[in-house]
Nanobody
């Protein structure tokens, strides 16, 4: 099974920045498509960003496009989410997601809290 551990969340002011990290277990990290999702209290989990295995193809939700950047370092088994120009609407628990090649199920981390104050 794939194990994911997120870190880097915290409390920031509007306009601030954070970089989230997600460390993955296993020796086949390069075969995983990786993504970030977020969930605010009382709301459904929503897509934020995804990066392909090669790291050369990314896709973002409209709400974060131009502000967030997803990247990966396969040598470190880690995916990142650089978040700039943060807004209170970005407040949520952020979850790392892995989709291994040839596996039907997705894997999720425990989440890391991001809170943006007004």
């Amino acid at each position: 099974q794939v194990q994911l551990v997120e870190s880097g969340g915290g409390l920031v002011q509007t306009g601030g920045s954070l970089r989230l990290s997600c460390a993955a277990s296993g020796r086949t990290f390069s075969s995983y498509a990786m993504g970030w999702f977020r969930q605010a209290p009382g709301k459904e989990r929503e897509f934020v960003a995804v990066i392909r295995r090669s790291g050369g193809s990314t896709y973002y939700a409209d709400s974060v496009k131009g502000r967030f950047t997803i990247s990966r370092d396969n040598a470190k088994n880690t995916v990142y989410l650089q978040m700039n120009s943060l807004k209170p609407e970005d407040t949520a628990v952020y979850y790392c997601n892995a989709k291994p090649l040839g596996v039907a199920d997705d894997y999720w981390g425990q989440g890391t809290q991001v809170t943006v104050s007004s």
